[in-house]
Structure formats: structure tokens, C-alpha cells
């Protein structure tokens, strides 16, 4: 094989036939709806999600809470005994602890970090993936752009976490090296997701999901 078919098939971008049928398990979402449209039947593991949203608020995080909330509580089989840390980098509003109890997440694996400038979020988000400790990093960034994804998917698949990045609409122009990558928009009937690409599946559109 070539090193110039070797460096395209490295491409995180790139998707072979063969990746499906080895399709790992995916973190069941808690939205069967949702997880019949996601290879694996759920979040992809060790991985990047990017969720791009207009405004907070409008079911963002209750889509990931399911999830979260297992992760929080149920210690992996890999490396170390408790459960991972929920990791939150530079969050644009003070998470509610007891909202979030509610939803079943263990507090005491809660961390949030809030750093200086924008270029330490990234950085932060890196860190924390790589540790090999957190089960999930949950990341708003400035911005994101294609050579900045790459390396959060690598730092995902190193430290065997679930990197997850709130976008604007307007990232949906721009390549995106993540496994997957949402859409959320809300009307009078609720919030419609909308799968913009899947790595092994196929765009979709769930309306009133949340």
C-alpha cells in the first residue's frame, strides 16, 4: 500500500465498510429513538461528539444526562476500579447541583474547570481526556477548528473518553474530524435533533425528541 493511501486511510474523516461490521458498542443515550439512528446503539465511546446549538438551554444537556449519569456511578472495566470523573471545561453557566443529582449524576465525580483564556480550554479539554481518569469531558470552546478536533479525537481514543463539544450553528460549515455530530433546534413541539454525520451510520432527523 502507498504512503499517500496509508496517510488518507489515517484520516479520522474517513470511513471503511469493514469499521461497521466491528462496530463497537455504543453508550446507550437513554432515547431509544436516538440510538436506533447511532451505529453501536449509542454515543460513540472513546470518541468525539460535537453538538451544535443556537442557545443553551434547549435540551442539550438533558440529552446527555442519561448517559452521564451511568458513567458517574458505574466504574469501567479498564485501568481503574471507580467510576470516571465528569469532567466540565469552561462551562458558560454555573452547573445546578441539584438538578443534576436529580438526573442521577454523582456529584462527588463532578469537576469543573474554567481556565483563563480560550487557547487553555483546548488544552485543558486535552489534558483531561488523556488522563485515562475521566469517563466523559464536556467542552465549550471558542472555537474549534479541523486540526484542534483531530486532536481531541485522538486524546478520546488515548484516554478511552467521551469528548463532547458545544458548537454554534455557524461550525457547521467547517469540517469537523468527529465521530459524530448533532444539530439541535427547537419550535412550538419541541427540540428535533439532527444527526449531520454519523461515522458508520447515515444523517437523520428526529423531530420532538426532547
Not at 479541523?146 to 479525537?153: E, F, K, P, S, V
Not at 457547521?172 to 468527529?178: C, E, L, T, V
Request: with cysteine; glycine share 10%; charged share 20%.
Amino acid at each position: 500500500m502507498s504512503a499517500s493511501l496509508d496517510k488518507l486511510l489515517a484520516n479520522p474523516r474517513v470511513w471503511r465498510g469493514r469499521d461497521q461490521a466491528g462496530c463497537r458498542a455504543g453508550l446507550a443515550s437513554g432515547y431509544s429513538e436516538l440510538d436506533r439512528h447511532l451505529p453501536g446503539g449509542g454515543w460513540p465511546p472513546d470518541a468525539l461528539t460535537e453538538i451544535l446549538t443556537g442557545h443553551y438551554g434547549i435540551g442539550e444537556l438533558r440529552l446527555l444526562m442519561p448517559a452521564l449519569a451511568r458513567l458517574s456511578t458505574t466504574a469501567p472495566q479498564h485501568d481503574f476500579a471507580e467510576p470516571g470523573w465528569i469532567a466540565w471545561i469552561a462551562p458558560p453557566f454555573q452547573p445546578y447541583p441539584p438538578a443534576l443529582q436529580q438526573c442521577g449524576l454523582d456529584l462527588s465525580r463532578m469537576l469543573i474547570v474554567r481556565p483563563e483564556g480560550a487557547d487553555e480550554v483546548l488544552w485543558s479539554a486535552e489534558q483531561a481526556l488523556t488522563s485515562g481518569t475521566c469517563a466523559a469531558v464536556l467542552l465549550w470552546p471558542e472555537a474549534l477548528d479541523d486540526q484542534a478536533g483531530r486532536r481531541l479525537q485522538l486524546a478520546a481514543e488515548k484516554g478511552r473518553s467521551w469528548a463532547i463539544a458545544f458548537r454554534p450553528p455557524s461550525a457547521r460549515r467547517q469540517p469537523s474530524a468527529a465521530a459524530l455530530r448533532l444539530e439541535l433546534q427547537t419550535n412550538a413541539e419541541g427540540t428535533r435533533v439532527h444527526i449531520l454525520k454519523s461515522r458508520g451510520g447515515r444523517p437523520a432527523v428526529i423531530d420532538k425528541l426532547l
